[in-house]
């Protein structure tokens, strides 16, 4: 087992464009998290998954963000018309979802909007 | 809605101290806590998870206490190394809400 995996792991992309990322929980991690985390503060929740039932979203998930589990094993994150103020570290974690279980990250991945 | 608060924001110590960083949440109602440690520009890399049947966890130098009544927990790190420095976070279930973090730096 590797690990939480996320790609790209950077991204640079242009104002109004659409970018997507993904993410691979460790297998059998049923709960799947979305982060974002700009310079200095800690991670914001953004979203989580159990299988592929999305069990919350956190109000700074705006109508552009949307995220999807759809056989309950990898994640998309899709971000459309960007803006400058999408630029953060976006970060994906899994779980074994159950209670007394720890969560693991992926690196992140860095998205620049210019 | 569960908020976290992890205080100091920033600590700066020379090398060998120990330490200790904390943690409060206003709902008590959790099952664990878990420690990270976060590298500049990485990801975060798991340190402990403290259940809540647990008074405390260690792990190496490292040592992890929860009160739930109060809702507290504290990271002790003994003998600090300057390969401590990182930014240190917790997080409580069920939604993994997180703190803002302690920037630790260890001098040599």
């Known amino acids: 087992d590797t690990g939480v995996s996320q790609n790209p792991r950077h991204k640079i992309t242009k104002r109004g464009q659409n970018v997507t990322f993904r993410c691979d929980p460790i297998s059998e991690h049923n709960r799947l998290y979305w982060y974002r985390q700009t310079l200095g503060q800690g991670p914001e929740f953004l979203t989580y998954f159990q299988n592929e039932a999305q069990l919350e979203k956190s109000r700074l998930l705006s109508d552009r963000f949307s995220a999807e589990r759809p056989k309950g094993s990898f994640s998309t994150l899709e971000i459309q018309r960007t803006e400058q103020g999408d630029s953060a570290m976006y970060l994906c974690a899994s779980s074994k979802g159950t209670a007394n279980t720890e969560a693991f990250f992926g690196q992140g991945t860095r998205l620049t909007v210019v | 809605k569960q908020e976290v608060t992890q205080i100091p924001a920033a600590l700066s110590v020379p090398e060998g101290e120990n330490l200790v960083l904390n943690c409060s949440f206003t709902?008590?109602?959790?099952?664990?806590l878990q420690w990270f440690r976060q590298d500049p520009g990485k990801g975060l890399t798991s340190l402990l998870l403290?259940?809540?049947?647990?008074r405390e966890q260690t792990s190496g130098r490292l040592n992890a206490s929860l009160d739930k009544s109060s809702g507290r927990s504290t990271l002790y790190i003994a003998a600090s190394q300057p390969g401590d420095s990182a930014t240190y976070l917790c997080?409580?279930?069920?939604?993994?809400?997180f703190g803002a973090g302690t920037r630790l730096t260890v001098k040599p």
């Open positions: 403290i259940q809540s049947s647990q």
């Open positions: 997080a409580v279930p069920d939604d993994m809400r």
């Open positions: 709902d008590s109602a959790i099952y664990n």
